[in-house]
Structure formats: structure tokens, C-alpha cells
């Protein structure tokens, strides 16, 4: 089965400085890896997703994440921080099924950006 | 498009009460999905259609129900309300890996 640990519940950085959001997956195969994004009282923005092309991937507002098979880690990284960033943000693992994708959420981590 | 739109956005139910949550996309996804979000936690899958007339239980079931008579529409009832399914709930829809959701609905069951 699926599962994606989220090592962080809460991050905090200064605006301008870089941040990095670490996700762990258990998959039996190469998976599909997506990271959202969930603004106060918002529903869930695809930020990136992973389906199996180039390790390093980009995604809107200059977040990226890279695949690493042998860490089974697909991290999420900006170099600098933006007010607006302040988020909650989930790593999301899918597995394709015989009824189609099912996907596995993380608890999600909180991202406060301290000006 | 207006992608996926979910009515009410907040209710309040009294313990055994019943209600619909409403989802509709416009994007023709085959793929439609129930989860709901509790403070702290990621999202559970409720239930989930794989098109229309086709539904199955995902991960926490008990006290829902679904149906999905046409490809846009995909409501959520709940029968008997309880405090334990005060939560947010999210309907999202997708054509492949990809899935769109729409702005939740906030439920308190007093």
C-alpha cells in the first residue's frame, strides 16, 4: 500500500529565505507524486506533480521538488520566500488502480513566513 | 469553466439530522472523489466514482452515502448526522492524475 509521511507538521521561515518542505513515500512501484497547496479557508492548488519524466520538476509560484528513488523522498523547495507563500501544503502519492487512480494524502505541513 | 463548485460552503446540522452536499464539475472527468479534511490531518477518501452510475467506499464510508447518476454531478449525503462527521469536505474531479477541487464545505453537527 501507498503512504506519504510528511516529516514536518509546522515550518517557518523568514521572507526571502529558502524553503524546504520534506515528504517521504512507501510505494512498491514508481509512483505519481503531486504536491498541493491549501491557502485559510481555500480548496487544494496543484503546485507540481512528478509522473515518472525528469527527477527535478517545476512547478507554479518557483516551487520545485525532485524525485529521489533511492531516498523514496520528493521534497519541495523555493530558494526565497514570499509573504503570500504562507500556506498549508500537502504531498500526495497516487496509486493506479483496476477502477482507477486512488490517491494518499500527508497530514500536510504549515508553512508561516515571518517577514 | 467554473471547474468544480460545491454547495453549501458552511451548515450546521443537529445530531440526526440528514443533508446533501452538492459537487459539480464541468470539466466532463470521469474521475470524481469525497474527502474530508479534519483539523491537523491530510484528507480521508470517502467515497469516489470512476463515472457515472459507478461508485466505490474509500477509506472512511460509514455514514455516507453517494450516487452518481450523470458525468457532473456527484452528491454526498449523509443520513443520520453525528459530531464525529463535523469536518471539511472536499469534492475533486480528474480525467487522469491530475485532480481539481472545489472550495469545501464546512460542517458542525451540534
Known amino acids: 500500500a501507498q503512504s506519504v509521511t510528511q516529516l514536518d507538521s509546522h515550518v517557518s521561515v523568514s521572507e526571502g529565505t529558502p524553503v524546504l518542505l520534506r515528504c517521504n513515500y512507501s510505494s512498491s512501484y514508481s509512483p505519481s507524486l503531486f504536491w498541493y497547496v491549501q491557502h485559510p479557508n481555500k480548496g487544494l492548488q496543484l503546485l507540481l506533480k512528478y509522473t ?51 490517491f494518499y494524502f500527508g497530514t500536510g505541513t504549515s508553512l508561516t513566513v515571518i517577514p | 469553466n467554473a471547474g468544480v463548485t460545491q454547495t453549501p460552503k458552511f451548515r450546521i446540522l443537529k445530531i440526526g439530522q440528514s443533508m446533501t452536499l452538492q ?46 447518476s450523470t458525468t457532473e ?32 464545505t464546512r460542517l458542525l453537527v451540534l
Open chain 1, 52 to 102: 515518472s519524466a525528469a527527477t527535478l520538476v517545476k512547478g507554479i509560484n518557483g516551487f520545485e521538488a525532485e524525485f529521489k528513488k533511492s531516498e523514496t523522498s520528493f521534497h519541495l523547495t523555493k530558494p526565497s520566500a514570499h509573504m503570500s507563500d504562507a500556506a498549508e501544503y500537502f504531498c500526495v502519492v497516487s496509486d493506479l488502480t483496476n477502477t482507477g487512480n486512488q
Open chain 2, 23 to 68: 459537487c459539480a464539475q464541468d470539466m466532463n472527468h470521469n474521475y470524481m472523489y469525497w474527502y474530508r479534511q479534519d483539523p491537523g490531518m491530510g484528507l480521508k477518501l470517502i467515497y469516489y466514482s470512476v463515472g457515472a452510475g459507478i461508485t466505490d467506499k474509500g477509506e472512511v464510508p460509514n455514514g455516507y452515502n453517494v450516487s452518481r
Open chain 2, 73 to 104: 454531478d456527484f452528491p454526498l449525503r449523509l443520513e443520520l448526522a453525528a459530531p464525529s462527521q463535523t469536518s471539511v469536505y472536499f469534492c475533486a474531479s480528474s480525467m487522469t492524475e491530475t485532480q481539481y477541487f472545489g472550495p469545501g
